[in-house]
């Protein structure tokens, strides 16, 4: 578990950053999608949880990528 906080708090390649910050978006589009007032069509509502997830997903790979694999 401790490797896995280590590659976490480890800096992270500026196109990885650029990838986070995507997913971060996508993430936070699924969501508002998900949770929108209104009601949508049942399509649009499973487009929009498979985008949270993909976000979640690339947010998360791109935040434990590091430069080096020594650790």
Same mark, same amino acid.
């Given at each position: ?21 995507? !997913? ?5 589009? @699924? ?23 993909? !976000? @979640? ?15």
């Amino acid at each position: 578990m401790k490797k896995i906080i280590n590659r976490a708090t480890a800096p992270t390649p500026k196109f990885f950053k650029v990838l986070r910050t995507v !997913g971060l978006a996508l993430a936070a589009v @699924g969501g508002t999608i998900l949770t929108a007032p209104i009601a949508l069509p049942v399509i649009v509502t499973t487009i929009g949880g498979y985008v949270a997830v993909a !976000g @979640g997903v690339l947010s998360v790979a791109s935040q434990l990528t590091t430069t080096d694999d020594s650790k």
